[in-house]
């Protein structure tokens, strides 16, 4: 087993400059929220930078500093933040107690190989600090909408009760309206309806067309590949317009030419719409999976007299699955959370989940919004992990990683 690096101190020139960053950055929040993102800055780089001069001149035990930090940051996040801020600061002093010796012992070379310089260690440290970063920006907003749906109050901000943690000031009552109100369950059994059929129109044509593109002998297959990915990259408020003039004569056809009813023909448009917004994600991700395909099983197949069907259904699909399947759920959850061409497209007897939470927010500030929010959050990390899984099996099927 190969020996461990020896730790070596790092002076505090080093040492106490990236605390006071660490603790600036962790300022940005705490200021953020108690109205001055700069004295957040100021005041989160001057706590830190003194707590580890402290510790490292003066102190000298490390034990006893981290139960100190942990113990200062909780007080200080009860005096600030109630409970809640109690909560945080105590999770904040726990890391920055570890962090100050982290680098002052030089531990965070254990791990990397010897011969890193410098600027490779800071270059390794720097990279995952600035993706970490934008992953709070980017979760953040998420995470701030779970907890308001169960406010008992019908405010869209957290009231005192919440951040005592009094149980008190925590209700499903949003979760009630939404399952109890009409208007919500028709627009959610609108998407259950408009959602899966396009989903199983996208799947059907994108995997075609995925296909077709690839093979070798197609003419102009770039050509035709920009065009049935261009719904993905023309801006939406554009593809909703052009969608609405092509389907309000496909409409008037439909029900003054054949006597279609008016209600039905309404569906049609949507699902359709929606399904042309599906099929870019169907295209690419079967695309990606065919590219490990390997060709000769399907030669092999026509040399052994099955057909082109046959071919497809027992050999094709079952090593594709993954992709289409994968593809299907992105085309799900674009038709689930559209909201832009349903606007163009639709009437008020298609209005969906998130045509109902637009209305929402425009003519009647309604909490249920939250828990409404909260619910199709859940859904999505559910699929989200369903497209992971998959992916993960088709490059074990693939041979491209270890089963």
Known sequence: MAALTPISRKPLSMVIPAVAAAGAFFGIFVGAGNGSVFLGIIGGAAILAALAWVYITVLKNERMARWITIALFGVLGLVSGGAMGAVLGLLAGWFFGFFIYWLYEGRYRRKLL??????????HYGFRVVCGAIFVFLITPILVVLPLSF????????????????????????YRDFFNNNEWQRSFKNSLIIAPIATIISVSL???AAIGLSQSHVPGRRAIMAVLISPMIVPLIISATGMFFFYSDIGRFLEGTLGMNKNFVGYLKVILAHAVLGIPFVIITVTATLVGFDRSLTRAAANM????????????????????????LFAFITSFDEVVVILFVGSASQKTLPWQMFTGLREQISPTILAVATILVVISIALLT??????????????????
């Not at 007299?305 to 299907?328: C, E, H, N, R």
């Not at 369903?386 to 089963?403: K, M, Y």
């Open 206 to 208: 994108g995997t075609l």
């Open 151 to 174: 406010n008992a109050e019908d405010f869209f901000t957290f009231t005192p009760e919440m951040l005592r943690l009094d149980p008190e000031g925590y209700s499903l009552k949003h």
């Open 386 to 403: 369903t497209v992971e899984l998959l992916r993960r099996r088709s490059e074990r099927l693939r041979g491209l990683s270890p089963s």
């Open 305 to 328: 007299g099955a057909g082109p069907v046959k071919t497809f259904f027992s050999i094709q699909m079952p090593l594709i699955l993954p992709g289409v399947i994968s593809g299907g």
């Open 114 to 123: 010897p011969y890193m310089t410098s600027g490779q260690v800071l270059w």
